[in-house]
């Protein structure tokens, strides 16, 4: 279940909440790459990716706010597209 929920966070662009082993303490990340032994991640605070081991992550799971509801973004943005092109039309 960690890998999947740190490709959610790939794939969409959105925070997860991750428990590390080392500080038993949870931390809302946003995953850069994955792959098949590690994770580079940031956080709010940093502007350099850090990377860690697979084994290093405990737990994933949603940050506050966030569903996981996929779709809804989708149908926001196709919602929005005719304003979008009244206003480029206007520049």
């Not at 994955?34 to 949603?62: C, M």
Request: glycine share 4%; proline share 4%; charged share 30%.
């Amino acid at each position: 279940m960690v890998r999947r929920f740190l490709l959610y966070s790939l794939n969409h662009q959105c925070p997860v909440k991750a428990l590390f082993a080392d500080t038993m303490k949870y931390q809302n990340i946003r995953v850069c790459a994955l792959e098949e032994n590690q994770v580079s991640y940031r956080t709010a605070g940093r502007k350099n990716p850090v990377t860690v081991p697979l084994d290093a992550i405990l737990s994933v799971s949603y940050a506050r706010g966030d569903d996981g509801d996929t779709l809804k973004y989708a149908a926001w943005d196709a919602l929005r597209e005719p304003e979008k092109r009244q206003e480029e039309k206007k520049t």
